[in-house]
């Protein structure tokens, strides 16, 4: 089974409670958050203390997606705010060994983030230290967006990777999400799905929330 995670940039920020219940109430397994600097992308959005009180609401474990320059200077306030996997782009983290152990010391999962144009082969020297990879099937910093169809091959490469070297790595995916996108990265070994304005703007979540974890 596929595991969701529904992100709540697209959720409703006069309700935020509201939207983290229906989220929860459909299915969901994990609560993506994503935080954004208008340094690394255009887009600002959720700081430390957002994180912390969506932790205080929330009864899913949070997944906290890090848009940022320089991430390792909020690793550990992130973790004490309540995330449980704290994601870094690799784009932005030329110490990448460094901020995974940090992460991991701060008691969090650690994932690894790549852009639709950086090679999965980038990884290959931390992929047994990582507990999830998360390739974007967007271009990062704002939510619906269509999904790229090249990063598919990017998803195969981490899932044959895996099989290969017996690790286990969990695979996501985050932009673009929807029924016909979900299908494909379900055939190519993804196990989280990251959804934003598929699932937000659904009529019946669970609806969407079950089809998408089949
Ligand atoms: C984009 C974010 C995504 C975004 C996805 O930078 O990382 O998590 O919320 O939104 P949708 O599912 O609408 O493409
Ligand atoms: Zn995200």
């Keep these: 089974m596929t595991l969701l995670a ?6 409703n920020y006069m309700a935020l409670g509201e939207s983290i219940r229906d989220a ?6 994990y609560l993506h958050i994503d935080v954004m600097d208008g340094h ?19 009864k899913i474990p949070l997944d906290v997606h890090l848009m ?3 991430p390792e200077r909020y690793i550990e306030q992130f973790a004490e705010a309540g995330a449980k ?3 870094v782009h690799v ?29 999965a ?28 169809p090249g990063t598919l091959s990017n998803i195969a490469f981490f899932n044959q990777y895996r099989k290969e070297n017996g690790l286990h790595y969990r695979i996501e995916v985050d932009g673009g999400i929807n029924q016909e ?21 659904s009529a019946d979540k669970k609806d969407t929330a079950d089809f998408l974890k089949k």
Excluded: W
Aim: with cysteine; net charge negative; glycine share 8%.
């Design 91 to 119: 784009e932005a983290c030329p110490h990448i060994h460094r901020i995974i152990h940090q992460i991991k010391e701060a008691g969090c999962q650690a994932g690894v983030v790549l852009n639709p144009g950086t090679a």
């Design 85 to 87: 996997i704290i994601s």
């Design 68 to 70: 940022l320059e320089n």
């Design 24 to 29: 929860e109430l459909a299915g969901a397994d």
């Design 181 to 201: 996108t979900a299908d494909l990265c379900k055939d190519a070994g993804v196990d989280i799905l990251v959804a934003g304005s598929y699932f937000f703007q």
């Design 40 to 58: 690394f992308v255009p887009n600002l959005t959720f700081g430390i203390d957002m994180v912390s009180e969506i932790a205080k609401a929330a």
């Design 121 to 148: 082969e980038t990884l290959t020297s931390v992929l047994s230290e990582v507990d999830l990879v998360l390739q974007m099937t967007v271009n990062p910093g704002y939510g619906g967006q269509s999904f790229i």
């Design 6 to 11: 529904p992100s709540l940039l697209a959720a």
